[in-house]
């Protein structure tokens, strides 16, 4: 069995051959591109992975924000219920966390109430600005803050994590035209025949 080469070894190895006389560089160059390419395709699809990793730990802030919300469900609680909520949504490579503000309207049966929700935009490329948890219960408040810096943190490496992929992109396309290019070379060929005598 052969021992797998450590990516040090595979960094040596590249530039031995690269400057070797007895080594087939059209198989050379064809390997380099290629995997070039698989390169580019793990980092998309380890992008696709890492983005479901950060949706688990946004899920996990609303989890935090909810059981508190859940907590605070008493009438011993001043300032019940809490109207603000939070959720995370991934779907088609986006990322959503997001707030909305509920409101609650008794049933015309008089038993229970109906919840609506609003949908609250964000202001900020990143966090949402403070007034718009302006309505926010005194104990909602500081919870509120708390889960916003985790999700602001998420809003920012999802948005490297794109700019990455769109990087990405652009090597895809710029390694296409290498390949291209490669191909497009002429050999040099010796020059055999006596140069034309200019002195005519």
Request: hydrophobic share 30%; proline share 4%; aromatic share 8%.
């Amino acid at each position: 069995m052969t021992k797998r080469m450590t990516h040090q070894e595979i960094c040596e190895e590249w530039e031995a051959v690269s400057r070797a006389q007895n080594v087939n560089h059209q198989r050379g160059t064809k390997a380099a591109i290629t995997q070039c390419r698989q390169f580019l395709t793990a980092i998309h699809q380890q992008a696709d992975v890492e983005q479901a990793r950060y949706r688990y730990l946004a899920q996990r802030l609303c989890d935090h924000f909810w059981s508190h919300n859940i907590a605070h469900r008493t009438d011993k609680t001043p300032g019940y219920p809490g109207h603000f909520g939070c959720r995370v949504r991934l779907r088609k490579r986006k990322l959503e966390l997001s707030w909305y503000y509920n409101r609650f309207v008794p049933k015309r049966s008089g038993e229970g109430r109906s919840v609506f929700s609003e949908y609250i935009r964000k202001e900020g490329r990143f966090r949402y600005h403070k007034p718009a948890f302006t309505r926010a219960q005194d104990w909602e408040q500081p919870l509120i803050m708390e889960t916003e810096a985790g999700l602001e943190m998420l809003r920012r490496l999802n948005a490297n994590q794109a700019e990455l992929c769109r990087i990405v992109r652009k090597s895809e396309r710029l390694l296409k035209d290498l390949e291209e290019h490669l191909g497009g070379l002429k050999e040099a060929a010796s020059r055999t025949a006596s140069p034309p005598n200019e002195e005519g």
